[in-house]
């Protein structure tokens, strides 16, 4: 799973984003990493229990709950608050792999299982070079940047880096979720057949006139099928 998300974030959230970030404390982004991932991360975080990483990941989990096409992908059972990073001159952090466990901020101690990793730009391309977020997958490597605003969503499984910054400063929001679908593969079939009956409701709403795609028997077979895969596959 590779999924690209445009637009998670308005302009004005982005910007809104930015202020109360700007205006906040960064401490060095290793206290929050594995022994194994310390070694090659450099980048500036804010802490995950300040007042302003409460305020925006509220925001971004708002933001998440209006957005049909990341709950399609990551099909989330628990979204971790989302955490904020930036990467300056000279910061990267390399090939790492995500913690398979994360401890839930605020709960004395629950745990939830990283299944799918997202990453939000909040900076634009031509603000910084480099900085690139390189995803090791079945096709190879790929290198991602994206628009503020934008979200890349993938398997929390995969390796991955950033790659030094050059010029500028990156900044980002970044977060896991534990999907109702632990395996990989079945998630990402019940993807790809929501995305098939989308686009065949699409195809037969243009057809078919006023009569109504959602009732065709085929419509009606497909949408048996994922929630009968869902309810096999889905844990709770």
């Known amino acids: 799973m590779f999924i690209q998300i445009p637009d998670v974030l308005t302009p004005a959230e982005v910007k809104h984003c930015r202020q109360v970030l ?26 995950a229990e300040s007042a ?14 209006r957005n049909a096409t990341y709950h ?3 099909l989330p059972f628990r979204v971790l608050p989302p955490r904020f990073n930036r990467y300056d001159v000279g ?6 792999v995500d913690n398979a466990i994360q401890t839930v901020p605020g709960t004395g101690g629950m ?27 079945a096709q190879g490597s790929r290198a991602i940047k994206l628009p503020a ?25 970044f977060f896991w979720a534990q ?22 409701r699409s195809d037969l709403g243009l057809t078919r006139g006023n009569e109504s795609a959602d009732e065709h028997p085929a419509v009606l077979r497909l949408v048996n099928h994922y929630h009968n895969l869902l309810r096999r596959w889905s844990e709770l």
Request: some cysteine.
């Open 22 to 47: 700007e205006a906040s404390q960064w401490v060095d982004g290793r206290l929050t990493a594995g022994d194994l991932a310390a070694k090659s991360k450099s980048n500036l975080q804010i802490p």
């Open 52 to 65: 302003e990483a409460r305020e925006l990941g509220e925001l971004i989990l708002n933001a998440l709950g």
């Open 72 to 74: 399609s992908a990551a």
């Open 91 to 96: 910061m990267t952090f390399g090939t790492h």
């Open 111 to 137: 745990r939830m299982r990283a299944d799918v990793s997202s990453t939000i730009f909040l900076s634009d391309p031509d603000e910084y070079e480099g900085g690139e977020l390189v995803i090791d997958d």
């Open 149 to 173: 605003g934008h979200m890349i969503v993938y398997h929390a499984s995969t390796l991955h880096r950033v790659t030094p910054v050059t010029r500028g400063s990156r900044w980002a929001s």
């Open 179 to 200: 999907s109702l679908v632990k395996d990989e593969t079945s998630r990402a079939m019940l993807y790809e057949l929501d995305c098939a009956i989308i686009a065949l």
